[in-house]
Nanobody, 126 residues
C-alpha cells in the first residue's frame, strides 16, 4: 500500500511559478513510476507529466512542455513538479499518481495507475 500526499498548490499570477510536491509513504517508492495529472473545473482529468522509477526518463504533455519540470528524490520518497510561466489555463487540481513497476504501460491513461493522491489546487490569475 502506498499513500500519496500532494502539497505546494496555491494562488499565483500569470507568469509566476509554483513547486508541487508529492510525498509517498512506504519503502518501495523507487519501484513506482510516477506521474502528475490535473483536472480543471468541468473538464476531464488529463495527463501532465511522468517520470521513470529512477528519474532518468520523463514525458510531458505538449501543453506544459518547456514550462514544467518533473523530478523525484527516491531517498526522500518525494516527487516534484516545478511549474514556471504559469497561465490561467493551468488552473486545476493537480494529482500525483503511482504505477508499480511493469515493463511498459500507457502513462497518460488514468486507469493504469495503482495509487492516487487527494490533489492540490493550483489557481493562476490573469
Amino acid at each position: 500500500q502506498v499513500q500519496l500526499v500532494e502539497s505546494g498548490g496555491g494562488l499565483v499570477q500569470a507568469g509566476g511559478s509554483l513547486r508541487l510536491s508529492c510525498a509517498a509513504s512506504g519503502r518501495t517508492f523507487s519501484s513506482y513510476a510516477m506521474s502528475w495529472f490535473r483536472q480543471a473545473p468541468g473538464k476531464e482529468r488529463e495527463f501532465v507529466t511522468s517520470i521513470s522509477r529512477d528519474g532518468s526518463s520523463t514525458w510531458y504533455a505538449d501543453s506544459v512542455k518547456g514550462r514544467f519540470t518533473i523530478s523525484r528524490d527516491n531517498g526522500k520518497n518525494t516527487m516534484y513538479l516545478q511549474m514556471n510561466s504559469l497561465k490561467p489555463e493551468d488552473t486545476a487540481v493537480y494529482y500525483c499518481a503511482a504505477k508499480f513497476y511493469v515493463r511498459s504501460f500507457s502513462r497518460s491513461q488514468m486507469n493504469e495507475y495503482d495509487y492516487w493522491g487527494q490533489g492540490t489546487q493550483v489557481t493562476v490569475s490573469s
